[in-house]
């Protein structure tokens, strides 16, 4: 299948590139461009795309209020898209509200373009993309100015989980991809999938990103711990 892609950014030169790049690859077609939020849900309704590459700061409607709408769609609309934000070392304090409001990873715009190609196919799978290093800091860093305390109500879901299913979570919170779990528990990958499914399903999670999001606010995983 094809994925289809749109490029939300206030810099042409930014958002040339990056079609030019994906636009050559057989399994992506660029359907779209906007210069800002607001011009980027508009482009998102009208063109259906899988995967929104999404800038953090622009003009009119900034990145995270203009995920917050693609990813929140009035009723009638069936097709969500994911959304992969492009960000730099200077807006961590975006991390957290992003991934809260769906927001399924994140980019640094001056990456390779060997991975920004495959942050799209990454994302359009369904995975977050968060096995990067910078990834795990930033979410690690933005945790530790709002620690949350145990007990609350996201503690009381963890309740639901079975123990394998609580390690797999900590695992993905941790930043490791199901080959990775599945090397550390010593199991095959489809069993890690298949547990990924049922943690995300009880816990009402939309994906990884959110399954990091909920670990830390729950206290099962510590900002900093190892």
Known sequence: MTIRVIIVDDQAMVR?????LLSAQADIDVVGEAPDGRAGVRTARTT???VVLMDVRMPELDGLAAAREILSPPPGVV???KVLMLTTFDVDDYVHEALRAGASGFLLKDAPPADLISAVRVVAAGEALLAPSVTRRLIADFAAQRPAPRGG????????LTPRETEVLELIARGLSNLQIAEQLVVAEQTVKTHVGRVLAKLGLRDRAQAVIFAYESGLVRPGGA
């Open 48 to 50: 259906h795309p899988d």
């Open 16 to 20: 040339a590139g990056f079609a030019a």
């Open 153 to 160: 109500r996201a503690a009381l879901r963890l309740g639901g």
């Open 79 to 81: 097709h969500v898209p």
